[in-house]
T-cell receptor
Framework: NAGVMQNPRHLVRRRGQEARLRCSPM?????VYWYRQLPEEGLKFMVY????????ESGMPKERFSAEFPKEGPSILRIQQVVRGDSAAYFC????????????FGQGTRLTVV | KQEVTQIPAALSVPEGENLVLNCSFT??????LQWFRQDPGKGLTSLLL?????REQTSGRLNASLDKSSGRSTLYIAASQPGDSATYLC??????????FGKGTLLTVNP
């Protein structure tokens, strides 16, 4: 059973470009969470999704950021018109469709905006 | 709003020493609490999960305790090894089971 898979591991974008980060949850997991780790800061919750539904996006910036988890395929975190302040490590976590279960994290995507 | 504090921010110990990492959180309405380790440039590895109804969990040389009412958790590492060197993160799980992270304790175990 493969773990949570994120790709790419490293992504470099120029200011104004779009960044697409992908996350494939563990097999059998239908809950996906995205977190962001800015330099010298702790991980911050961004969004919680189940298949085809956004459950909680209270941590998402209001502009330029969006997330989806389609019926088929990986979850996508999309950042439009990236700025230098978007440079960070973005982590995805997944858990089964049960309460109080352990969250498993991927290796993260390190986004650098130049 | 949940806030998590981890003390100390950094800790350096000789190999073989037993040690305790501390975590405090402001909102006791949690469903569970997870401890993770993060190696430089890597993802998070889950170490222990404690449900809100539990007092402690053990895995090998690790033991985590939870005092939900006082908003505290500790991670005890017995007989530390150089391979234990990493950043340790505490994360209580709140509404929608989303995790709130502290800034972590950077542990260095010297051979």
């Amino acid at each position: 059973n493969a773990g949570v898979m994120q790709n790419p591991r490293h992504l470099v974008r120029r200011r104004g470009q779009e960044a697409r980060l992908r996350c494939s949850p563990m097999k059998g997991h239908s809950h996906v969470y995205w977190y962001r780790q800015l330099p010298e800061e702790g991980l911050k919750f961004m969004v919680y999704l189940q298949k085809e539904n956004i459950i909680d996006e209270s941590g998402m910036p209001k502009e330029r950021f969006s997330a989806e988890f389609p019926k088929e395929g990986p979850s996508i975190l999309r950042i439009q018109q990236v700025v230098r302040g978007d440079s960070a490590a973005y982590f995805c976590a997944s858990s089964p469709a049960r309460k109080n279960t352990e969250a498993f994290f991927g290796q993260g995507t390190r986004l650098t905006v130049v | 709003k949940q806030e998590v504090t981890q003390i100390p921010a950094a800790l350096s110990v000789p190999e073989g020493e037993n040690l305790v990492l501390n975590c405090s959180f402001t909102d006791s309405a949690i469903y569970n609490l997870q401890w993770f380790r993060q190696d430089p440039g890597k993802g998070l590895t889950s170490l222990l999960l404690i449900q809100s109804s539990q007092r402690e969990q053990t895995s090998g040389r690790l033991n985590a305790s939870l005092d939900k009412s006082s908003g505290r958790s500790t991670l005890y590492i017995a007989a530390s090894q150089p391979g234990d060197s990493a950043t340790y993160l505490c994360a209580p799980g709140g509404s929608n089971y989303k995790l709130t992270f502290g800034k972590g304790t950077l542990l260095t175990v010297n051979p």
